[in-house]
């Protein structure tokens, strides 16, 4: 179509590099590929995250991975923007040099 989108993420790897570089290297295609990305880009990021999660966790038992990953993605569709995260990643949005909170991280003291 002719809507203009972009993708970006941050992973930070826990107990080793190898969750943060296989969802570095498969979330944005769980993304692509998902058939909500036109209709409802959130849905999209939510079940790809989940995806991508579950597509690790059977290479990380297969292959005795130890390792786990925080993540931030962000996607533009058009004029509005899309936020996923999973752990303590955080985004900041700047808008006319004022820090805007978009999210509030996980934390284990946080109900």
Not at 15 to 21: L, M, Q, R
Not at 24 to 33: D, R
Not at 46 to 53: E, G
């Amino acid at each position: 179509d002719d809507v203009d989108r972009a993708y970006f993420a941050v992973f930070d790897g826990h107990g080793g590099v190898d969750a943060a570089n296989y969802s570095a290297t498969h979330l944005h295609v769980n993304v692509g590929l998902h058939e909500e990305i036109v209709k409802n880009p959130a849905e999209a990021l939510k079940c790809s995250f989940q995806r991508t999660d579950e597509m690790f966790l059977f290479k990380a038992k297969r292959e005795k991975l130890r390792s786990g990953t925080t993540g931030v993605s962000a996607l533009i569709v058009g004029d509005k923007l899309h936020i996923a995260w999973l752990g303590d990643s955080q985004v900041m949005l700047v808008q006319q040099g004022k820090a805007v909170t978009l999210m509030e991280p996980h934390k284990p003291e946080r109900e």
